[in-house]
């Protein structure tokens, strides 16, 4: 079948949704100050009649691209198994892309963390049967209503019906035997939040990295809900070690890449962590670290066409010193 990878301007992802300015200004919150999803979903364009696009990983796994976080398939004779799963209003697309590619119903979906745009799509694969699998500190997170911090805007995530939360939780590492081979969860501590999984599958030689790793734009750190620049690069270098050179990186958002341009991602985060932290000590405000352009070298290849400022002040609000 044809293939295709998703256009940058369809699943904008948090990070992005961070750093933007377009269009989210129009947009008026609640009284209480807080945005609805209606309201994101206009101000940043997400269209729930996007179609779902397609790309063949390797056999027996291909990642799906719509609204929201990518979504890795893993189809073969023990079933279904997915990562992520986006929006409620993209899971019967998921669901009529699976069955194109062979498959049945969803088994098992696995939250990378709790974010709705990567884990709202529960509410529809729950009640269906599916078992949802996430970190124990993801897990925790969806049983009750939690701000996402946006910097510009809130969006208040409420608590997951009961039929739509994690059945599974795991700590720091949970293996699953499936469709052939090992399918390995990860959690190396906080990152983007403070239930990051990666998941590797060995078979195919590939993992899904979740938000940890954002090739469409600056990630967004989860400074409010235990994210860290700290922990990002740490998470980072532990999914490193447990590739190889031909290893293929899945990322939340954005094309699927190589290891080449993971290692470009770590070196980026280590140096503008390094660059804001040498101002901060200096005794320099976050107005004055944003506006030094600390990450001029790196927009043309990391910023996605947005600014990096929700970035910096990201990196400058967790860094203790």
């Not at 929006?87 to 098992?108: H, Q, R, S, Y």
């Not at 709705?116 to 269906?128: I, R």
């Not at 035997?177 to 599958?201: K, S, Y």
Request: hydrophobic fraction near 40%; charge should be negative.
């Amino acid at each position: 079948m044809d293939v295709a990878v998703v256009k940058v301007g369809v699943t904008i992802a948090l990070s992005a949704i961070l750093c933007m300015h377009i269009g989210a200004q129009e947009s008026v919150p609640q009284e209480d100050g807080f945005m609805t999803l209606e309201q994101l979903q206009e101000a940043f364009f997400w269209d729930f009649n996007t179609p779902i696009e397609v790309k063949t990983v390797a056999a027996g796994l291909h990642v799906l691209f719509g609204v929201g976080g990518n979504v890795g398939v893993s189809i073969g004779e023990s079933g279904v198994l997915i990562v992520d799963d986006q929006f409620p209003e993209m899971v019967p697309k998921i669901n009529d892309a699976i069955a194109e590619l062979g498959g049945g119903e969803v088994d098992f979906a696995i939250n990378t963390h709790w974010h709705f745009d990567h884990a709202d799509g529960n509410k529809a694969l729950g009640p269906a049967g599916t078992w949802i699998v996430a970190h124990e500190h993801s897990t925790e997170m969806m049983t009750s209503g939690h701000v996402v911090n946006l910097l510009m805007m809130k969006y208040r995530q409420d608590a997951y019906p009961e039929d739509a939360r994690p059945v599974i939780s795991f700590n720091d590492r949970m293996t699953f035997h499936f469709n052939g081979g090992d399918i390995e969860l990860v959690h190396a501590g906080p990152a983007h939040t403070a239930g990051d999984a990666a998941v590797f599958f060995r078979q195919q030689n590939a993992v899904h990295t979740g938000d940890v790793f954002n090739n469409q734009s600056y990630p967004f750190i989860d400074a409010d809900s235990g994210g860290s620049i700290d922990g990002m690069i740490k998470f980072c270098e532990v999914v490193h070690a447990m590739s190889n050179e031909d290893t293929i990186m899945i990322p939340g958002h954005g094309e699927i890449t190589d290891i080449a341009r993971f290692d470009a991602y770590i070196e980026m985060l280590k140096t503008v962590r390094s660059r804001v932290q040498a101002l901060k000590v200096e005794g320099k405000s976050l107005e004055e670290v944003t506006a030094a352009n600390l990450t001029a070298d790196f927009d043309e290849s990391f910023g996605g066409g947005f600014p990096s400022s929700g970035f910096i002040d990201r990196v400058y609000t967790s860094l203790s010193n």
